[in-house]
Nanobody, 119 residues
Framework: QVQLVESGGGLVQPGESLNISCVAS????????MAWYRQAPGKERELVARISPIYRTYGTTNYADPVKGRFTISRDDAKNTAYLQMNSLKTEDAAVYYC?????????WGQGTQVSVSS
């Protein structure tokens, strides 16, 4: 059974940082494109950041414009884990953050972790 489990969310003040993690079981992440999405209340789920497999594609990263320069996606395939370091958080970053692993026809999602940003 494949599981992606996010953790590390919480409540922070504007300007603070959070590092959220996604641990996979049942699959080996090394061949997967890993991504973080987020969904705020009343809004559609949106892509935040993506990282390609390290082998062949060297872990190329892509970011949504609102998070460029503030968020960093990374992966540790030895730990079967992906991360999202979020710095200088803004109130508009508040959302449920979801981990996604995709390879060919395989597409897996985590259950999400809540990130709240409020003063």
């Amino acid at each position: 059974q494949v599981q992606l489990v996010e953790s590390g969310g919480g409540l922070v003040q504007p300007g603070e940082s959070l590092n959220i993690s996604c641990v996979a079981s049942g699959i080996a992440l090394r061949g997967y494109v890993m991504a973080w999405y987020r969904q705020a209340p009343g809004k559609e789920r949106e892509l935040v950041a993506r990282i390609s497999p390290i082998y062949r594609t060297y872990g190329t990263t892509n970011y949504a414009d609102p998070v460029k320069g503030r968020f960093t996606i990374s992966r540790d395939d030895a730990k079967n884990t992906a991360y999202l370091q979020m710095n200088s958080l803004k109130t508009e970053d508040a959302a449920v953050y979801y981990c996604n692993a995709k390879m060919l026809n395989y597409d897996y999602w985590g259950q999400g972790t809540q990130v709240s940003v409020s003063s």
